[in-house]
C-alpha cells in the first residue's frame, strides 16, 4: 500500500539523511494512519505546503492503544533518538490514546516525474492512504 506523510520540511530531510528513523503518529483515536500501514508499504513523504519530495519504505511498525500518559512518557523514553521530535511534542501529545510508530528505511529523494498525482482530500488530516483516492481505484 502507498501512503503520504505529510510533515515538517525539517523532519523530511532528516528522514532523508538517516537520522529520523521513526515516524511517530499519536492520535486521539484509531485514525488514518492507525491500522492502515503495514511492513512493506511505501510512504511517500511531502513537505508541508510543497510537492511530494521523497520516499521510504516502511520496516516494521508499532500500533499502541488505551494509551495513559505514562504509557506516552515510556513510549518518548524508548523511541524519543529515532523519532527526533523536541521533548515538547511528547508533552503536546502526552494524552493521545493511540499511537503508531513507523520504522523508515531506504529514504531517499525523488525527481519530480516520480512522485504519484496527488491532490490532498481532507485538508486537515497530515495522512493519506494513496489506495483512498478514487484515481487509485481507477
Known sequence: MEHIAILDPLYVALIVDGTKTIEARLLPDRRAPFGRVTAGDT??????????????????????????PSAVDGLAEKYHSGVCAPDEFWTQYRHARCALLIRLQ????LEPHEAPAFTKRNRR????CLCDTPSAAA
Not at 49 to 59: E, N, P, S
Open 43 to 68: 510512504v511517500y513523504l511531502k513537505p508541508t505546503g510543497q510537492a511530494i519530495a521523497a520516499v521510504a519504505d516502511v520496516r516494521w511498525i508499532r500500533q499502541h492503544e488505551n494509551l495513559t
Open 106 to 109: 531506504n529514504a531517499r529523494l
Open 125 to 128: 488530516s497530515s495522512w493519506e
